[in-house]
């Protein structure tokens, strides 16, 4: 059974940066999309951004300009750089996976705050 391992979450404060990586523990068949979550407390799941297997990526107009998604497939790892965060973003990040099989990591918590 593949799973996916998230790492990077954290407290940063506003205006800073953190990284998200997305690795996946075994080959994954037949992927068509990948992409990154969000939930808030109280809110309902999100599409913060995804990338396509062939590289076309897109993102919610909350994070354009200043969340980048990529993907290392030697690395079997996705990830979701975050610049500019705001308090708003805090909220727990899942990234995803869909192929034969759909995907999900555990949940990584990034909490913006001074």
């Known amino acids: 059974q593949v799973q996916l391992v998230e790492s990077g979450g954290g407290l940063v404060q506003p205006g800073g940066s953190l990284r998200l990586s997305c690795t996946a523990s075994?080959?994954?068949?037949?992927?068509?999309?990948m992409g990154w979550y969000r939930q808030a407390p109280g809110k309902q799941r999100e599409l913060v951004a995804d990338?396509?297997?062939?590289?076309?990526?897109n993102y919610a107009d909350s994070v354009k300009g200043r969340f980048t998604i990529s993907r290392d497939g030697a690395k079997n790892t996705m990830y979701l750089q975050m610049n500019s965060l705001k308090p708003e973003d805090t909220a727990v990040y899942y990234c995803?996976?869909?192929?034969?099989?759909?995907?999900w990591g555990q949940g990584a918590q990034v909490t913006v705050s001074s």
């Open positions: 995803n996976v869909r192929g034969n099989y759909e995907y």
């Open positions: 990338i396509t297997i062939g590289g076309s990526t």
């Open positions: 075994g080959t994954i068949f037949g992927i068509f999309h």
